[in-house]
C-alpha cells in the first residue's frame, strides 16, 4: 500500500509562484510515474503533469512553460513547481502514483488546495 501526502498549497496572487510536494510512503517510490492532477469547482478533475521513473516528462498544454515537474527519488518525493499562476489554476492538487507507467494511476493523494486570486 501506497501512502501519498500533499503540501504547499495556499493563496497566491496571480503572477506568483508555488511549489507543491507529495511525499509517498510504502512501496518502491523509484519505480513509479509520479503524476499530479486537479480539479476545480464544478468541473471534472483533470492531468497536469507525469514523470516516468526514467525522468520523462509530459505536460498539459494549459501548464507548459509555467508549471515543472520533478522528482528525488531519495527522498520518495514529487514535486511541482508552479509559476506565473492565473486564476484558472485555482484548483484542489493531486498527486498520483503508477504501477503502470502512467497508463492508469493506483494510488492518490488527498489534495492541497491552490488558490490564485486576481
Known amino acids: 500500500q501506497v501512502v501519498l501526502i500533499e503540501s504547499g498549497g495556499g493563496l497566491v496572487q496571480a503572477g506568483g509562484s508555488l511549489r507543491l510536494s507529495c511525499v509517498a510512503s510504502?512501496?518502491?517510490?523509484?519505480?513509479?510515474?509520479m503524476g499530479w492532477f486537479r480539479q476545480a469547482p464544478g468541473k471534472e478533475r483533470e492531468f497536469v503533469a507525469t514523470?516516468?521513473?526514467?525522468?520523462?516528462?509530459d505536460y498539459a498544454d494549459s501548464v507548459k512553460g509555467r508549471f515543472t515537474i520533478s522528482r528525488e527519488n531519495a527522498k520518495n518525493t514529487a514535486y511541482l513547481q508552479m509559476n506565473s499562476l492565473k486564476p484558472e489554476d485555482t484548483a484542489v492538487y493531486y498527486c498520483?502514483?503508477?504501477?503502470?507507467?502512467?497508463?492508469?494511476?493506483?494510488?492518490w493523494g488527498q489534495g492541497t488546495q491552490v488558490t490564485v486570486s486576481s
Open positions: 498520483a502514483a503508477s504501477m503502470t507507467g502512467g497508463r492508469a494511476y493506483d494510488y
Open positions: 510504502g512501496g518502491t517510490f523509484s519505480s513509479y510515474a
Open positions: 514523470i516516468k521513473w526514467s525522468g520523462d516528462r
